[in-house]
Nanobody, 130 residues
C-alpha cells in the first residue's frame, strides 16, 4: 500500500511561480523504485498529463504546454516528488495530482496516460489569475 499527499497549491497571479510537493507513504517496494507523474484537471475538462520522472530522476518528460516553464524533480531520500512551476498562466489553473506507476520497477519508459499510474494523491488546487 502507498499513499500520496500533494501540497503547495494556491492562488497566484500570472507570471508567478509555485512549487508543488508530493510526499509518499509506502510499504513494500521503495518509493525510489518507481516512476512518478504529475497530471492536472481543469474544471469541466479531462485529466491531462503534465510531467513524469523515472525512478532515478535522470529521465524526464513534459507536456508541450508546460515545457520550458515547469520542472519535475524528486528526492528519493524524502519520498518526495516536486513540480516547480514558473511563468504561470491562467490556463494552468487546475487541480494538480501526483501519481506513481508501480507496474514495473526501474522502468525506463515514462507513462503519459492516466491508466499507466495506479496510485494517486487527492490533488491540490492551483489558481492563476490574469
Amino acid at each position: 500500500q502507498r499513499q500520496l499527499v500533494e501540497s503547495g497549491g494556491g492562488l497566484v497571479q500570472a507570471g508567478d511561480s509555485l512549487r508543488l510537493s508530493c510526499v509518499a507513504s509506502v510499504s513494500g517496494r521503495a518509493f525510489s523504485d518507481y516512476s512518478m507523474g504529475w497530471f492536472r484537471q481543469a474544471p469541466g475538462k479531462e485529466r491531462d498529463f503534465v510531467a513524469a520522472i523515472n525512478w532515478s530522476g535522470e529521465s524526464k518528460l513534459y507536456a508541450d504546454s508546460v515545457k520550458g516553464r515547469f520542472t519535475i524533480s524528486r528526492d528519493n531520500a524524502k519520498n518526495t516528488v516536486y513540480l516547480q512551476m514558473n511563468s504561470l498562466k491562467p490556463e494552468d489553473t487546475a487541480v494538480y495530482y501526483c501519481a506513481q506507476d508501480t507496474a514495473t520497477p526501474f522502468a525506463q519508459v515514462l507513462g503519459v496516460m492516466i491508466h499507466e499510474y495506479d496510485y494517486w494523491g487527492q490533488g491540490t488546487q492551483v489558481t492563476v489569475s490574469s
